[in-house]
């Protein structure tokens, strides 16, 4: 347990309190002080002068649900059985800081993270809903519940689909970061006399793309529409123009997310309490843009999805840029390590604070997981295992395991979009990854409930390696 650093006016002792941000599609190199990009993030560049930022940290999943799930839980997407829910057995470090008497508040708008799938877990208060007031409206549901009751080809029907897609597509159909500010402070003004948590998390960067704010490119709402539209396609076919134009709708977002998270860190400060609060800002995953042939987010392993920014501040945090390749499995260790509070065996990950505090490295595996066929999206509410690809990450390499394809190995030091696919070329460091990829799998597969491979986990690392050898991957 850590030091107790101050009591309220009522003499009861106070721990520190902690902001966690997570901004859903946004990636590391958006962030200027990572050196990758022009510089669009200038609050988030000036708190990581406050702190500590990460330049090599690494969500576990690409996708929402799997990643939140990890970060909550501190555990890998395919553990569990691949529940994409929260379910009971799990302990979120959410409910650990409630338990010891954290006044907990969770507010976001992403209709995956809702209460169906138990991401309420350990909050006092979650604001879940994707109208701003957090109550579904009845009207609507009732006119949906008519239009899916026509037939696909009634003409009705089809005009009422094009004007939902038109709709979402020049709508922002999320809660903007400036409600989730203004609901989150309201909440905090009630809470100051005790320790508190805050998650919240922002939409504004996931598709569609609709930046409200002055850097907007200027384009017309049937543009702004026909370019949201290929978000959501597979395969999507756009040229050049096209592609920048949403690119740049998509910076013009991060600049809006970046001024929003400067509010929090004002609002901090403006309040005193930020000599007592830990902020730690982070994503969910990244957004594509082609890289790979696709748009959006969701299905592949590549650094343009798993890349992304980590920023923690608080007591005691000094400037300190970290390059250490690390996995946000970290993030619930840390977390409740920095609050100072034991953690859990269920937890995979590893405190980051030795990391933050004396720039002690700890040795870490940072592996990203995926397991949905690329032809049934829509989930069934598990991972398929049958699917599976379980990246690895080190400073110099990423091998992708892929169950149903070739595995994939890059040299991230010469071909960092990930392009040239050496797996054929380098036997050695591709047994040596795929070993520890494999023992990771068997790690799963004894740590959970699954069963997959169990029984025949030896067999696989064995023909794993006489393929490798006769290059069958
Ligand atoms: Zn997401």
């Known amino acids: 347990m850590t030091e107790i650093i101050q009591t309220n006016l009522n003499g009861d002792t106070l721990r520190r309190n902690l902001i966690l941000i997570t901004v859903d599609?946004?990636?590391?190199d958006r962030i200027n002080y990572q050196g990758g990009y022009e510089s669009i993030t200038p609050r988030m560049d000036e708190m990581s002068k406050n702190g500590a930022s990460f330049t090599k940290s690494f969500s576990v999943a690409p996708f929402t649900l799997?990643?939140?799930?990890?970060?909550?839980?501190?555990?890998?997407?395919l553990m569990n059985d691949g529940n994409l829910s929260l379910t009971k057995e799990m302990i979120s470090f959410v409910e650990i800081l409630n338990n010891y008497g954290y006044s907990t508040a969770g507010y976001h708008s992403n209709p995956w993270l809702t209460k169906l799938h138990n991401y309420n877990k350990g909050f006092d208060y979650f604001m879940d809903g994707i109208i701003a007031d957090g109550k579904e409206s009845n009207r609507l549901n009732i006119i949906s519940k008519f239009l899916l009751s026509l037939n696909k080809k009634n003409p009705i029907r089809q005009v009422a689909s094009f004007l939902h897609g038109y709709f979402e597509g020049t709508q922002f159909p999320y809660v903007r970061a400036n409600k989730i500010n203004e609901m989150a402070f309201e909440w905090l003004s009630n809470v100051s006399d005790s320790n508190f948590f805050?998650?919240?998390?922002?939409?504004?960067?996931?598709?569609?793309?609709?930046?409200?704010?002055?850097?907007s490119p200027k384009i017309s709402k049937r543009k702004l529409y026909d370019l949201n539209k290929n978000m959501g396609s597979v395969n999507p076919k756009l040229d050049d123009d096209d592609l920048e134009k949403l690119i740049g709708l998509y910076n013009a977002e991060t600049r809006y997310v970046d001024e929003a998270i400067g509010a929090i860190y004002n609002f901090l400060k403006y309040n005193n309490l930020i000599n007592n609060t830990y902020v730690i800002i982070t994503a969910d995953h990244g957004q594509q843009f082609m890289e790979h042939g696709q748009l959006g987010h969701?299905?592949?392993?590549?650094?343009?999805?798993?890349?992304?920014?980590?920023?923690?501040?608080?007591?005691?945090?000094?400037?300190i840029k970290i390059n250490e390749v690390i996995s946000l499995i970290d993030l619930a260790p840390t977390i409740l390590d920095l609050l100072?509070?034991?953690t859990?065996?269920?937890f995979k990950g590893k405190s980051l604070k030795p990391l933050l505090y004396s720039n002690e490295i700890i040795p870490t595996l940072t592996i990203s997981e995926e397991a949905r066929s690329e032809r049934k999206m829509p989930l069934n509410g598990k991972l398929d295992f049958s699917q599976k690809k379980i990246?690895?990450?080190t400073n110099k390499w990423k091998y992708i395991y892929n169950e149903t394809k070739k595995h994939e190995l890059y040299n991230l030091e010469t071909d960092k979009y990930e392009k040239n696919n050496l797996i054929d070329l380098e036997n050695e460091i591709a047994n040596e990854l795929l070993t520890k990829v494999l023992n990771h799998i068997n790690n799963l597969s004894t740590s959970s409930k699954?069963?997959?491979?169990?029984?025949?986990?030896?067999?696989?690392?064995?023909n794993c390696r006489k393929n490798i050898k006769s290059k069958k991957y």
Do not use: A, Q
């Open 25 to 28: 599609c946004l990636r590391g």
């Open 198 to 215: 805050i998650w919240m998390h922002y939409m504004d960067t996931h598709e569609p793309h609709l930046p409200i704010n002055k850097y």
């Open 340 to 342: 100072g509070f034991d």
């Open 298 to 319: 969701g299905l592949y392993l590549y650094d343009e999805l798993i890349h992304v920014p980590l920023i923690i501040i608080g007591p005691g945090i000094g400037e």
């Open 450 to 462: 699954i069963n997959f491979e169990k029984n025949n986990i030896r067999k696989k690392v064995r």
């Open 391 to 393: 990246s690895l990450r």
């Open 344 to 346: 859990t065996n269920s």
């Open 66 to 77: 799997s990643s939140m799930k990890s970060i909550f839980t501190s555990t890998y997407p």
